[in-house]
């Protein structure tokens, strides 16, 4: 039995008391996202941190963009007309000058809370675990679909070796395999959600040494490499042939 049950865990509580173990981090903010009829301002994706909080900018279709606000934890989504919608992501995105974003009208609203969460080992007997079943990284760092698939592909490979050629060697190192790559997606989820978002409680300190690593990034070819290679995703090689 494959679990890919996401938050509610159904598929986890199969698992025998003492036997697994869960790590969870939930970051004390949310996301406003939403969707709006208008063609993207611009052909790259935009991160934005802002004094005021994160802002994203990203397309969908050719008329259709994405965009999100960083937002307090317990936001009320109905506060949120889509008047100060577009005012507050003009405020945060608009710092180029010159560059103005193009609005529409708001065709969807949602809040998201941020979150990491990851369950081990992603295997007992023959229920193994897949994508949200197992973990789950804040949306900063654009992996959650990746990591899913990245399961699914070890699967499908550990599955076809056992049943035609009777190896359990795919199923049995699964999991170590998936948790290797998880955990090094979480530090890159979390490390992007750290860089980018207004920390609340963060001194000006803190702050300063936000705006240091930006600036690494922005500057160095090896912290823009590292950046790189994680955003657009780490190459795991051939699924095993077992």
């Known amino acids: 039995m494959i679990g890919c049950d996401g938050y509610h865990g159904v598929s986890r509580h199969w698992f025998p008391e003492g036997s697994s173990r869960s790590y969870e981090h939930v970051f004390p903010f949310a996301w406003l996202g939403v969707l709006a009829a208008v063609a993207p ?40 007309s889509d008047e100060r919608i577009w005012q507050e992501l003009r405020t945060r995105l608009e710092t180029v000058p010159g560059w103005r974003l193009e609005s529409g009208p708001i065709t969807e609203k949602g809040l998201a809370a941020m979150r990491s969460f990851v369950f081990e080992p992603m295997r007992h007997g023959r229920l193994l675990l897949a994508g949200d079943a197992a973990h789950i990284v804040p949306a900063t760092g654009a992996k959650g679909l990746n990591l899913a698939v990245g399961d699914v592909r070890r699967l499908s490979s550990a599955l076809v070796a056992w049943y035609e050629q009777g190896s359990v060697l795919g199923l049995d190192g699964y999991s170590e395999a998936c948790l290797r790559q998880v955990w090094r ?36 070819r090896a912290g823009a490499t590292l950046l790189a290679e994680n955003y657009v995703g780490l190459a795991e090689g051939p699924a095993p042939v077992c």
């Not at 979480?186 to 690593?213: K, Y």
């Open 41 to 80: 301002s611009t052909q790259e994706l935009i991160y934005a941190h802002h004094e005021r909080g994160f802002a994203l900018h990203s397309m969908r279709e050719p008329l259709v963009s994405r965009f999100y606000l960083q937002v307090a934890a317990e936001e009320d989504l109905a506060a949120w």
């Open 185 to 220: 997606v979480q530090w890159f989820s979390s490390w992007m959600t750290r860089l980018l978002h207004v920390l609340p409680g963060a001194d000006a300190f803190e702050r300063r040494m936000q705006l240091a690593q930006l600036e690494t990034l922005a500057q160095s």
